[in-house]
């Protein structure tokens, strides 16, 4: 009966799919669950009613949701969210991604660790895609340059430990521009991710040159992703934490290590800034300028 009842929902997607805008998969970000990324699923809907809308969430409820997006280890919740898509009918035939924050890591991790179903085209929120090196909202708060530069040396010096690298999911992102080795050889996750390793995965680079379109949106006043030009894939200028660099200057670009070159020079990769800090979604926005024009 299941059998039967997989195959009926089978049919009537490809029933519908030379019609109806491809699905969307969305990923909230850290501390955060899937009721907290509605805003996200209902400006979709808004835009096309019909759109098959997957909502990421990792356990049983929101509570649960909310610690994994912390506790669980990067590899682990891609995992996790691989199983549930594959198992989706209605993703067979690909989909696009749209992550929020940690969410944008994340979901890209999916595309490139988990390739079928396809991902079609990417959408990252303020996404510490290159990697983070700093305390969120430090400054802001405590008003404190020089403790805030202690704290994150203090991090620095124990987040590539195995145990802390599985701790917390953003140890594993944890990007120091004061010892590239140390991060290159102890990140269990992003260094990998972004073909920052000697050895280089090809079929890494095969997903994301393979994107229709990815797009990139930054806060010009986020404090939370730190430095936030992450959120575009530039980076500090090693051997120092305070000057950035942008995506074009930096080796993953220019030697092309993850297919972000050939998506610039075939048009295909976008990159957006919005004012405000982090999370500051400007939803009528995403629906006019990203939903319209990638995502359906």
Known sequence: MLF?????IYVIYISRSCDAALPVVTWHGINNNAAGNQNVVRALKEVDPEMYVYNVQIGED????????????????????????????????????????????????????????????LVTYGAPSNGIF???????????????????????????????QDLVAPAQ??????????????????????????????????????????????????????????????????GQDN???PLEETPLYKEDWLGLRALDESGRLHKYSLPGGHMNMQLSWFKETIVKQFLL
């Open 4 to 8: 039967k009842f997989s195959v009926v």
């Open 62 to 121: 929101g509570d649960i949701d909310k610690l994994n997006s912390i506790m669980m280890t990067a590899i682990n919740q891609i995992d996790y969210v691989c199983r549930k898509i594959q198992s989706d009918p209605l993703l067979a035939g690909g989909y696009n991604g749209v992550g929020v924050s940690q969410g944008g890591l994340m979901i890209r991790g999916l595309a490139q660790r988990c390739p079928s179903p396809p991902m079609r085209s």
């Open 134 to 164: 700093g305390v969120p909202d430090c400054i802001e708060t405590v008003d404190n340059y020089e403790l805030c530069e202690f704290v994150r040396q203090v991090l620095a010096a124990a987040v590539y430990d195995p145990d802390m």
């Open 173 to 238: 992102y944890w990007r120091d521009p004061l010892n590239h080795t140390n991060f290159v050889e102890g990140s269990k996750f992003l260094s990998e991710l972004n073909n920052m390793k000697e050895e280089k995965n090809s079929a890494y680079k095969d997903v994301i040159s393979n994107l229709e379109n990815f797009i990139m949106i930054m806060w010009e006043a986020d404090s939370t992703i730190i430095p936030r030009e992450s959120s575009h894939f530039g980076y500090y200028v090693l």
């Open 243 to 245: 000057l950035t660099e």
